[in-house]
């Protein structure tokens, strides 16, 4: 069984940052790409930032020079380092991870439970 839990999420000011954990735990062979994403209320799910295995790195346009996305190998972890937080970050975040499982060899697609980011003065 494999789990991604995040943390660091809460209430901010606009212009505030964050910084967004998410570690993979469980039955882990090896992992792919490592991600994060978002869901606003009454809005579908969207890309914030992916980051290869490599450490290669991708940002939605609303976030580029805002947000930094990173990883720790060793610690099979994720990170987002959001800054210059706007109103329209509010979101709930999800860490997403694709995982070789020791049991399968097989590769999956996993998700965290989510934590709240409210940007509100």
């Known amino acids: 069984q494999v789990q991604l839990v995040e943390s660091g999420g809460g209430l901010v000011q606009p212009g505030g940052s964050l910084r967004l954990s998410c570690a993979a735990s469980?039955?882990?062979?090896?992992?792919?790409?490592m991600g994060w994403y978002r869901q606003a209320p009454g809005k579908q799910r969207e890309l914030v930032a992916t980051?290869?295995?490599?450490?290669?790195?991708n940002y939605a346009d609303s976030v580029k020079g805002r947000f930094t996305i990173s990883r720790d190998n060793a610690k099979n972890a994720v990170y987002l380092q959001m800054n210059s937080l706007k109103p329209e970050d509010t979101a709930v975040y999800y860490c997403?991870?694709?995982?070789?499982?020791?049991?399968?060899?097989?590769?999956?697609?996993?998700w965290g439970q989510g934590t709240q980011v409210t940007v509100s003065s």
């Open positions: 469980g039955s882990i062979y090896s992992i792919d790409a």
């Open positions: 980051i290869t295995s490599g450490g290669s790195t």
């Open positions: 997403n991870a694709n995982i070789k499982t020791r049991k399968t060899y097989f590769t999956y697609t996993y």
